[in-house]
């Protein structure tokens, strides 16, 4: 029997599995980068200063301007705790407003170009600074829209025999209905012209003459005057 107990037990752990449980490792916290306080306030200053004082001064990266930007102006403003990129990525974004671009174009250099630059020198590897845009969720399409959305290819209601009669005795009862009105019309304008003509009577509209009773003496002025034959 003392034998027994420790067969069993032998038993037992060779008939559960065998799970192996690799040793919990804690994540490695990634490197965040420390948040400083900045407080900026430029207003209609010039982009070159500007650049300058943030990028050069503050975040002592080395920078390049484009000399095609000298005459531009930016307004920022900046109060509160940033991270290097986050702060470079706001005044980026208020410069693109002025249509000039803060780009990296390597490892803490940067360069203040003009917008129309831009394509090319992301094609060059370099990189745009300036806030991502918001992403607006399209909202879901309901059930029943898209259940009444067509699907090309598939069997329509005007493929079948049942629809093809609909459809041919519905182009025989058009015919008929215009055959009916066209001998209608017909009838009409036949019996109109089997109408006779009026009748016209001609008057005599002239107002009567009154002749002068006879005996009356003439009047020397209308009389008509009469002239002898002249004799040779």
């Known amino acids: 029997m003392r034998f027994l107990r420790p067969a069993l037990f032998a038993f037992a752990l060779l008939a559960s599995p065998v799970v192996a449980q690799a040793p919990a490792t804690a994540p ?12 900026f306030s430029f207003t209609d200053t010039p982009v070159a200063e500007a650049a300058q004082d943030v990028v050069g001064g503050a975040l002592a990266y080395e920078l390049t301007v484009d000399p095609a930007v000298d005459g531009g102006i930016v307004s920022f403003r900046a109060d509160g705790w940033y991270s290097s990129d986050a702060l470079l990525k706001d005044f980026g974004a208020a410069l693109l407003d002025q249509d000039i671009a803060l780009m990296r174009t390597g490892a803490g250099a940067y360069a203040v170009v003009p917008r129309a630059n831009v394509p090319m020198l992301m094609a060059r590897g370099g990189t745009l600074m300036t806030l991502a845009e918001p992403v607006t969720a399209r909202p879901p399409v309901p ?7 067509a699907v090309y290819g598939k069997h329509r209601w005007w493929d079948g025999a049942f629809a093809g009669l ?15 009105g066209g001998q209608t ?8 012209a089997r109408i006779a003509p009026p009748v016209l009577r001609i008057t005599d509209q002239r107002q009567p003459v009154a002749r002068p009773p006879e005996g009356a003496e003439a009047d020397p002025e209308l009389v008509i005057p009469t002239f002898d034959e002249r004799r040779s």
Do not use: M
């Open 185 to 192: 019309v017909y009838r009409r304008a036949e019996a109109r």
């Open 143 to 149: 059930a029943a829209v898209a259940a009444a959305t």
């Open 166 to 180: 609909l459809l041919f005795f519905g182009g025989a009862l058009a015919g008929a209905a215009a055959l009916f």
């Open 28 to 39: 490695v916290p990634v490197a965040a980068e420390p948040l400083q306080f900045y407080v």
